[in-house]
């Protein structure tokens, strides 16, 4: 794709807002603008790019507040104001925001060549929607992410990168806003979020809000409805302490989910209409979901803080739906697997990190010291049947015929399968100021995991070690250079490694995945910190590599699910800006190279390889979004462009390169905002994703149109 360079020298640019990967600490509390007061000014910025989507501090790489430009890892930060320009009700919306990161499948994403489905929510575990669900962002403040390995701080997890979602919280400052909003595709729903003081001496704040969702879809079959509800509470039951406390509700009911792709051919090419959709109008996924949270934030002197955070989860997932399983010889009749399945998760996790700032040798230490523990108990049961022999009729792509009854179906009930998961860690981290100039970060991690199946009484543990260390050089106020070395790992499930009693051919033996990472980075302030710019190269080298079986079609049919091909190396390079160009013009600009391959182990054994590339992993993604300011009509334009070059999926087909523009209209009527989004403006078609080539490709979204109107009072 060629891009004129004068327009992008014009575009302002972006590297999104860095920020608090956790709540504010005591110390922040302290400072929490109440009626009557004052608001004490913590972090200067300047100018209106800097309060749309720019942070001078970040939690995220550390668990400190460390300056920007004294993290020796690379971070980003989606704002809520970047958010709202783009209109982003789903995380699937803003992937263009993130230097080379792209959708996978559902809630999971490429980042760095590698793919990444665990998140976290105000830096702990605790996912409510599950994988299968994408997450919805109308209570999300904003969406930090951690580039690389993270297990030195957060445990295992994939290589690629972390998404941290930082919820809102109950303010003392008064707030209130309704919008309403309404589509193409059927959809509308309406939103409500109020804040504000509850006592006279403004020790307790309340936040309550409200959405719903409803749409239909272009796939066929499909509609769903999405509702939350969230309850906050801010109290300062002492000067040096704050805590938020808070309760969510989910619902999520999904009809004709859970969705696959659609197929294609070796080229690329949808075989059919991107309409097509394997399920019947009577299969559904439907989610609900508890979530309670405490975040205690304690100044327990000058010197040391600690904040400690609590959550506990209860999930319930039920889906009916279709699993397409493989063409017939004529190309177009698609045989059809029929699951009924039932997850049940109860989660619990505390976290808390003690923060020591001293002076020893004559140099500034910030050291930290924590620990975690997250335990999850799960239920799982799958019905299931496949093709004519379970009375389960096929289906035509070309021309779907719907109307089949999942009641007369023949189906087999697997044992109802109940397990627990264990996970502790112990983390040290010192950050050392060594000169005016040198900085240091060494830090040490130490986890235990284990899992148990209940109903077998078996079970399995492990643990590893994860280290990290940076070094940064300031030559000025306004230039950083970091060299960075960090670790990270996954662990298997107990399936993996001691096999499954409901599938013989699912033998165990894989072993956890390690992963190390080495991160050169280069960061610059320019024209009076009007424009940031950020250029890091990285190399990530994973052994053990665990990848789906593009030849598995379900249990008992002579392939294991999962298989270890070796060794995948991802080298690349990522340029991130961030910048003013005028009072009235600023924007994002992401842009990553990544050159993800199979290095070692027997890549000829699996067939998601063309060559050597590692599957979804595109070689470059540009992601530019840019908003200019009318202010004598009160109003301001925003124009998006999302470009992801050529991927293979798991069954080494080819993934199309893709270029979609978006854009956005804001203006203010009284005390009406007013939002006009145009998604896909040019109603491009295009997979988002590959998988393999029995589930297809999944289709990207055609033109949306989304208008809202909200007030504040």
Do not use: C
């Given at each position: 794709?060629?891009?004129?360079?004068?327009?992008?020298?014009?575009?302002?640019?972006?590297?999104?807002?860095?920020?608090?990967?956790?709540?504010?600490?005591?110390?922040?509390?302290?400072?929490?603008?109440?009626?009557?007061?004052?608001?004490?000014?913590?972090?200067?910025?300047?100018?209106?790019?800097?309060?749309?989507?720019?942070?001078?501090?970040?939690?995220?790489?550390?668990?400190?507040?460390?300056?920007?430009?004294?993290?020796?890892?690379?971070?980003?930060?989606?704002?809520?104001?970047?958010?709202?320009?783009?209109?982003?009700?789903?995380?699937?919306?803003?992937?263009?925001?993130?230097?080379?990161?792209?959708?996978?499948?559902?809630?999971?994403?490429?980042?760095?060549?590698?793919?990444?489905?665990?998140?976290?929510?105000?830096?702990?575990?605790?996912?409510?929607?599950?994988?299968?669900?994408?997450?919805?962002?109308?209570?999300?403040?904003?969406?930090?992410?951690?580039?690389?390995?993270?297990?030195?701080?957060?445990?295992?997890?994939?290589?690629?990168?972390?998404?941290?979602?930082?919820?809102?919280?109950?303010?003392?400052?008064?707030?209130?806003?309704?919008?309403?909003?309404?589509?193409?595709?059927?959809?509308?729903?309406?939103?409500?979020?109020?804040?504000?003081?509850?006592?006279?001496?403004?020790?307790?704040?309340?936040?309550?809000?409200?959405?719903?969702?409803?749409?239909?879809?272009?796939?066929?079959?499909?509609?769903?409805?999405?509702?939350?509800?969230?309850?906050?509470?801010?109290?300062?039951?002492?000067?040096?302490?704050?805590?938020?406390?808070?309760?969510?509700?989910?619902?999520?009911?999904?009809?004709?989910?859970?969705?696959?792709?659609?197929?294609?051919?070796?080229?690329?090419?949808?075989?059919?209409?991107?309409?097509?959709?394997?399920?019947?109008?009577?299969?559904?996924?439907?989610?609900?979901?508890?979530?309670?949270?405490?975040?205690?934030?304690?100044?327990?002197?000058?010197?040391?803080?600690?904040?400690?955070?609590?959550?506990?989860?209860?999930?319930?997932?039920?889906?009916?739906?279709?699993?397409?399983?493989?063409?017939?010889?004529?190309?177009?009749?698609?045989?059809?697997?029929?699951?009924?399945?039932?997850?049940?998760?109860?989660?619990?996790?505390?976290?808390?990190?003690?923060?020591?700032?001293?002076?020893?040798?004559?140099?500034?230490?910030?050291?930290?010291?924590?620990?975690?523990?997250?335990?999850?108990?799960?239920e799982f049961l799958s019905t299931f049947g496949t093709g004519e022999n379970a009375l389960i009729p096929n289906i035509d792509i070309i021309d779907p015929v719907y109307g089949a009854d999942p009641s007369t179906y023949i189906l087999t009930t697997g044992s109802l399968r109940e397990s627990g998961i264990e996970r502790t860690g112990f983390y040290l981290q010192d950050q050392i100021s060594l000169t005016d100039h040198w900085q240091a970060?060494?830090?040490?991690?130490?986890?235990?995991?284990?899992?148990?199946?209940?109903?077998?009484?078996?079970?399995?543990?492990?643990?590893?070690?994860?280290?990290?260390?940076?070094?940064?050089?300031?030559?000025?106020?306004?230039?950083?250079?970091?060299?960075?070395?960090?670790?990270?790992?996954?662990?298997?499930?107990?399936?993996?490694?001691?096999?499954?009693?409901?599938?013989?051919?699912?033998?165990?033996?894989?072993?956890?995945?390690?992963?190390?990472?080495?991160?050169?980075?280069?960061?610059?302030?320019?024209?009076?910190?009007?424009?940031?710019?950020?250029?890091?190269?990285?190399?990530?080298?994973?052994?053990?590599?665990?990848?789906?079986?593009?030849?598995?079609?379900?249990?008992?049919?002579?392939?294991?699910?999962?298989?270890?091909?070796?060794?995948?190396?991802?080298?690349?390079?990522?340029?991130?800006?961030?910048?003013?160009?005028?009072?009235?013009?600023?924007?994002?600009?992401?842009?990553?190279?990544?050159?993800?391959?199979?290095?070692?182990?027997?890549?000829?054994?699996?067939?998601?390889?063309?060559?050597?590339?590692?599957?979804?992993?595109?070689?470059?993604?540009?992601?530019?979004?840019?908003?200019?300011?009318?202010?004598?009509?009160?109003?301001?334009?925003?124009?998006?462009?999302?470009?992801?070059?050529?991927?293979?999926?798991?069954?080494?087909?080819?993934?199309?390169?893709?270029?979609?523009?978006?854009?956005?209209?804001?203006?203010?009527?009284?005390?009406?905002?007013?939002?006009?989004?145009?998604?896909?403006?040019?109603?491009?078609?295009?997979?988002?994703?590959?998988?393999?080539?029995?589930?297809?490709?999944?289709?990207?979204?055609?033109?949306?149109?989304?208008?809202?109107?909200?007030?504040?009072?």
């Open positions: 794709m060629k891009i004129n360079k004068i327009s992008l020298a014009l575009i302002a640019l972006g590297f999104s807002s860095y920020s608090l990967a956790q709540q504010e600490s005591a110390t922040q509390a302290r400072n929490i603008e109440k009626p009557g007061e004052e608001s004490v000014e913590i972090i200067k910025v300047k100018g209106r790019a800097s309060q749309f989507y720019f942070v001078n501090e970040s939690m995220m790489a550390t668990k400190t507040p460390t300056d920007y430009m004294d993290l020796p890892q690379s971070v980003q930060v989606l704002s809520r104001q970047l958010l709202e320009d783009q209109a982003a009700r789903e995380t699937s919306d803003v992937y263009r925001s993130i230097s080379g990161m792209t959708q996978f499948s559902y809630s999971g994403v490429t980042a760095r060549g590698f793919r990444q489905d665990q998140v976290r929510y105000d830096g702990v575990q605790g996912d409510p929607y599950g994988g299968f669900s994408i997450p919805q962002l109308f209570n999300i403040e904003r969406i930090e992410v951690l580039k690389g390995p993270s297990g030195m701080l957060y445990g295992s997890g994939q290589p690629g990168g972390l998404l941290n979602y930082v919820t809102k919280k109950a303010k003392f400052e008064s707030n209130r806003e309704v919008a309403l909003f309404l589509g193409n595709f059927d959809t509308y729903g309406i939103s409500a979020d109020l804040t504000g003081t509850i006592d006279e001496d403004s020790k307790l704040a309340y936040r309550v809000g409200g959405f719903h969702q409803t749409a239909s879809s272009y796939r066929n079959n499909v509609e769903g409805e999405n509702s939350l509800l969230s309850f906050g509470l801010t109290w300062l039951p002492l000067e040096n302490m704050v805590v938020n406390l808070s309760y969510d509700f989910i619902d999520q009911d999904l009809g004709g989910h859970r969705l696959r792709g659609i197929p294609a051919d070796d080229d690329g090419n949808f075989l059919t209409d991107i309409s097509y959709s394997p399920n019947e109008k009577t299969d559904f996924q439907r989610v609900r979901a508890d979530v309670l949270q405490a975040i205690i934030s304690t100044d327990i002197s000058a010197n040391l803080t600690n904040t400690t955070v609590l959550r506990y989860l209860s999930n319930e997932r039920t889906q009916n739906y279709h699993e397409p399983r493989g063409l017939l010889a004529d190309g177009r009749t698609m045989v059809r697997q029929f699951r009924d399945q039932f997850r049940a998760n109860d989660e619990y996790s505390v976290t808390t990190d003690f923060v020591y700032q001293t002076e020893l040798a004559g140099m500034a230490h910030t050291i930290l010291v924590g620990g975690d523990y997250f335990n999850t108990d799960a970060i060494v830090g040490m991690r130490y986890d235990q995991f284990k899992e148990k199946n209940i109903t077998n009484d078996i079970s399995y543990s492990d643990s590893d070690i994860s280290p990290r260390f940076g070094l940064i050089y300031r030559p000025s106020q306004d230039m950083s250079i970091f060299i960075a070395k960090s670790n990270g790992f996954n662990p298997q499930s107990l399936s993996a490694v001691l096999g499954d009693e409901n599938d013989s051919d699912a033998n165990g033996g894989l072993t956890p995945e390690q992963s190390e990472q080495w991160e050169l980075g280069f960061k610059n302030k320019w024209l009076d910190d009007a424009i940031l710019t950020t250029l890091t190269f990285y190399e990530i080298v994973k052994d053990d590599v665990t990848v789906s079986n593009p030849l598995y079609t379900g249990p008992n049919d002579g392939q294991p699910n999962a298989i270890q091909i070796g060794e995948v190396t991802s080298m690349g390079v990522e340029f991130d800006v961030i910048g003013e160009i005028t009072d009235v013009w600023t924007g994002t600009f992401s842009y990553a190279y990544n050159d993800a391959k199979i290095t070692g182990g027997a890549p000829n054994s699996i067939s998601n390889a063309v060559g050597t590339e590692f599957v979804n992993a595109p070689d470059h993604t540009l992601g530019i979004w840019t908003r200019y300011d009318f202010p004598s009509i009160a109003s301001a334009f925003a124009l998006g462009v999302d470009y992801v070059s050529e991927r293979i999926s798991f069954s080494g087909q080819d993934v199309k390169p893709y270029t979609v523009w978006d854009a956005s209209w804001r203006t203010t009527y009284k005390q009406f905002d007013i939002q006009l989004n145009l998604q896909n403006i040019f109603d491009k078609e295009y997979a988002s994703s590959g998988f393999n080539e029995r589930g297809g490709h999944f289709p990207g979204k055609p033109r949306t149109v989304l208008v809202q109107v909200s007030s504040q009072f």
